[in-house]
């Protein structure tokens, strides 16, 4: 699946590269490999059990939560070029800086809803775009997904359509972060970690361009799978008539994205939807 030839004679030579002198104590490795094996736990459970398991006033859950911000700020302690790379994904400064922005917003819903702050979510979500915004002002080279590397050969209608793809599943990102349950946010956090993860082993020449895309646009299909399988008829009509709508407002009509999100976290703290809390189904 990933190398033929030569290339695969040294494939497992090259993960020795993924120890760097930055990362001496393997602080952040232990909590990326402790993230993806969470993440493979949550996932688990909900295939077998229907549930997630977060729980209210639970330490675990806290603890949880507690270990994927700690990946995400433990990132901070290498020093990402600030010039991107052209020929293949790789992390550069802006996009090390989004994705500890963007693992944020889904973090910090978590942790207002998971102290019983659900109203107030959209707190975080605002706070998110504004340090994302700060990001791109100081550091901006393109648009961070729209200008990611392909490989040679790949049409532009095909790079057309994943664009915009991802920029749909950006909007419905923000959406779920202001509407959906605790599980549904938790989903939302999972393509952001594993994009800059995805991007080291780019780097380290593990994978592949091709495996980035397509790793990456699975990590998002999850998300959207969850949406359509767990969520009740209602508030799943709900969710995602919010969405389209948010999509052909900002995508169509350039409506500023704060007059989205501002007016829908308001919508969210006066109505709140039935999709909140900790539970897989939603109630109302």
Avoid at 17 to 38: E, N, Q, S, V, W
Avoid at 245 to 270: D, E, N, Q
Wanted: charged letters at 10%.
């Amino acid at each position: 699946f990933f190398f033929v030839g030569p290339m695969a004679l040294s494939y497992w030579d090259r993960i020795t590269y993924l120890h760097t002198h930055h990362d001496r104590f393997a602080f952040h490795k232990t909590l990326g490999i402790a993230a993806l094996l969470h993440f493979i736990y949550r996932f688990g459970s909900l295939l077998l059990t229907g549930s997630m398991n977060f729980a209210p006033d639970s330490l675990e859950t806290f603890l949880s939560i507690s270990l994927h911000a700690s990946l995400s700020l433990s990132a901070l302690i290498f020093h990402s070029p600030v010039k991107r790379a052209q020929h293949s994904p790789m992390i550069w400064r802006e996009f090390q800086l989004h994705s500890i922005a963007f693992a944020f917003r889904s973090i910090g819903v978590l942790y207002v809803c998971y102290f019983g702050g659900c109203r107030a979510r959209g707190i975080p979500v605002i706070v998110a775009h504004l340090a994302a915004d700060e990001v791109t002002r100081r550091y901006a080279q393109g648009t961070t997904m729209r200008d990611m590397p392909w490989p040679t050969g790949t049409s532009e209608a095909f790079i057309a359509a994943m664009n915009y793809f991802y920029s749909t599943s950006q909007i419905f990102a923000t959406v779920a972060c202001l509407m959906v349950n605790m599980e549904g946010v938790f989903l939302i956090l999972f393509p952001i970690q594993l994009a800059a993860f995805l991007m080291t082993l780019v780097r380290k020449s593990l994978i592949t361009a091709t495996h980035w895309h397509l790793l990456y646009t699975l990590s998002l299909l999850c998300g959207y799978m969850y949406i359509f399988f767990a969520l009740e008829w209602q508030p799943l009509m709900v969710a995602v008539g919010v969405a389209v709508s948010c999509a052909i407002l900002r995508f169509h009509f350039r409506a500023p994205k704060y007059l989205l999100w501002g007016t829908l976290a308001v919508a969210m703290a006066y109505f709140p939807s039935g999709c909140e809390g900790i539970a897989s189904a939603c109630s109302g």
